[in-house]
């Protein structure tokens, strides 16, 4: 049976005003049921006590990753975390909400996701030179070779493991974007393994990781992105 209980939490929401490039803290006291998602508790900010709080969503069931933000510290996507877990898992009622880190902010809570992607897009996330198929047939995996890495397709490119990951942002592309590469050079459509194997072992690439395992420990996929780097590293893609 759905969790009934009620509590009185406190959010402390950074702010950033575009138009005069100036950010601050605001102080939200507000009383949410267990099961309610913090996307909710923001909604609730809107409607009840300041609709200019600016934050970001669109699915809201956890596959499209526009809602990221840290807190008390940790990237995670808020229409996952319910307001019982949240509890539970950071031992408080007060949260410190706050953009993730991978792009500059563009108000409050949004972050400008065009740039994030410019990291992505280096990579080349998609197959690059596809492998001939005959006339009106497409290409079968076999189950044994999709095993190997269908669970790193499940990235929806939230950006928590990069925001998480303590390797420099200068240096390195990031998880998700090692990631990407890492699906599709071990894709057997792909016959481009050799672009693929210069990004990943390139400048900014897999040898920039300095294997911390956060990002596998914040993915809301529960994807072993660390494992996925270090087979790269180890050459067993």
């Known amino acids: 049976?759905?969790?009934q209980k009620r509590y009185q939490l406190i959010l402390k929401i950074r702010r950033y005003d575009p138009a005069t490039r100036k950010g601050d803290w605001r102080t939200y006291s507000i009383e949410a049921g267990g099961i309610q998602r913090f996307v909710d508790l923001?909604?609730?900010?809107?409607d009840t006590r300041d609709a200019t709080l600016a934050w970001n969503s669109s699915c809201e069931h956890g596959q499209c990753g526009t809602c990221s933000v840290r807190i008390n510290g940790k990237p995670l996507l808020a229409c996952e975390l319910l307001v019982e877990n949240a509890v539970r898992d950071f031992k408080t009622t007060e949260f410190v909400i706050e953009p993730i880190d991978v792009a500059p902010v563009v108000r409050d809570l949004v972050v400008d996701t065009e740039v994030a992607y410019q990291r992505l897009d280096q990579v080349k996330p998609y197959v690059i030179a596809p492998l001939p198929a005959e006339a009106g047939k497409t290409h079968c995996i076999a189950p044994q070779t999709l095993a190997r890495y269908v669970s790193a397709t499940r990235c929806i490119n939230c950006f928590c493991c990069t925001a998480a990951c303590i390797?420099?942002?200068r240096r390195f592309l990031g998880p998700n974007a090692m990631l990407?590469?890492?699906?599709?050079t071990m894709d057997p459509r792909e016959t481009d393994k050799t672009s693929r194997r210069e990004v990943l072992f390139g400048d900014q690439g897999v040898a920039r990781c300095h294997t911390s395992h956060a990002c596998s420990r914040v993915c809301p996929k529960e994807i072993d992105v660390a494992d996925y780097l270090a087979r790269a590293k180890g050459g067993q893609i």
Request: no cysteine; net charge positive.
């Open 1 to 3: 049976m759905a969790s």
């Open 42 to 46: 923001f909604r609730t900010i809107n």
């Open 167 to 169: 390797a420099g942002r």
């Open 180 to 184: 990407a590469a890492i699906v599709r």
